[in-house]
């Protein structure tokens, strides 16, 4: 069991697929074997190239976001002038989609 970031743990598991793939490995085996090799590699380069703190910004913004308060849906209204729906907001729907993609938070 592992306490590492799960975009770090993303990027160990990619790393650890790629190597056994190219070393004819298992990767289970492989993952077993070398989990905190993998993890503080990968836990280095993501820090090399600020993908944490890109991360934590992102949030920070969609969090802000002006049309959304950070809600992620909006008001819209519907063929009928008496009516509305909610919808996903269309100015930090990809925000949020990639910051789940990456894992979330720490
Ligand atoms: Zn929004």
Redesign the pocket.
């Known amino acids: 069991m592992s306490t590492a970031h799960p975009m770090v743990e993303k990027a160990a598991r990619a790393w650890c697929k790629r190597h056994a793939e190219a070393c004819g490995l298992d990767e289970a085996t492989l993952w077993a074997e070398r989990e905190a090799g993998f993890l503080t590699e990968a836990q280095a380069a993501l820090e090399a190239c600020g993908a944490l703190e890109l991360l934590a910004l992102a949030e920070q913004y969609?969090n802000e976001?002006?049309?959304?308060?950070?809600?992620?849906r909006?008001w819209t209204r519907t063929q009928d002038p008496q009516d509305s729906i909610d919808v996903e907001?269309?100015?930090?729907?990809d925000i949020w989609l990639v910051i789940e993609k990456a894992g979330g938070l720490p």
């Not at 976001?65 to 992620?72: E, L, V």
């Not at 907001?89 to 729907?93: G, L, N, T």
């Open positions: 969609a976001c002006a049309s959304c308060g950070g809600t992620t909006i907001c269309p100015d930090c729907i």
